[in-house]
Antibody, heavy 118, light 110 residues
């Protein structure tokens, strides 16, 4: 069974840093693009970033460029999102998902909540 | 303001049909495939439709998708109370070089 389990969320102060992890199992992790999508409380979905199988290519939404870094460790079947210089507007549930096509995702993890507040 | 435009809400009685539209432009829907997701409040999104009209295994044929030009449509027939959820369209935008989603549509079963 394919499983994606996010962790690392929590309360962080504005300007601080946080590293999210996504543990993958039940599929050949190294064969797929992977993605992060977030959802602010009561709001819609916002794609954050994705990364190619070997980590050589990455794309980001404009609002996080220069602040967030997506990475992966295929040996550990893990996806990461390093969040630096966080802002209040980064408060959201962050989901990882398998990026199966150019822009479709299946399945999604259960999400991890990040709250940016002083 | 989302790049893709969806109606905020639609509703119908059990057994009826709802149609959810997703409007974009030549740099996104007009240039690529559309996917649709269902999100029951408090849970993670679930893929309903990919590549405009293809259903993953396990998704009933009551859900169907289509695309024409710069717009896409999700149709739910035989509406059930379990279909009450938020629905999102998504695609790649070649100008933004990013994935974009619609703002979401809440489906209510009357």
């Amino acid at each position: 069974e394919v499983q994606l389990v996010e962790s690392g969320g929590g309360l962080v102060q504005p300007g601080g840093s946080l590293r999210l992890s996504c543990a993958a199992s039940g599929f050949s992790f190294s064969m797929y693009w992977m993605t992060w999508v977030r959802q602010a409380p009561g709001k819609g979905l916002e794609w954050v970033a994705n990364i190619k199988q070997d980590g050589s290519t990455k794309y980001y939404v404009g609002s996080v460029k220069g602040r967030f870094t997506i990475s992966r460790d295929n040996a550990k079947n893990s996806l990461y999102l390093q969040m630096d210089s966080v802002r209040a507007e980064d408060t959201a549930v962050y989901y990882c998902a398998i990026n199966r096509g150019r822009a479709w995702f299946d399945p999604w993890g259960q999400g991890t909540l990040v709250t940016v507040s002083s | 303001q989302s790049v893709l435009t969806q109606p905020p809400s639609v509703s119908a009685a059990p057994g009826q049909k709802v149609i959810i539209s997703c409007s974009g432009s030549s740099s996104n829907i007009g240039n690529g495939d559309v996917s649709w997701y269902q999100q029951v409040p408090g849970t993670a999104p679930k893929l309903l439709i990919y590549e405009n009209n293809r259903r993953p295994s396990g998704i009933p044929d009551r859900f169907s998708g289509s695309k024409s030009g710069t717009s896409a449509t999700l149709v739910i027939t035989g509406l059930q109370t379990g279909d009450e959820a938020d629905y999102y369209c998504g695609t790649w935008d070649s100008s933004l070089i990013a994935v974009v989603f619609g703002g979401g549509t809440k489906v209510a079963v009357l």
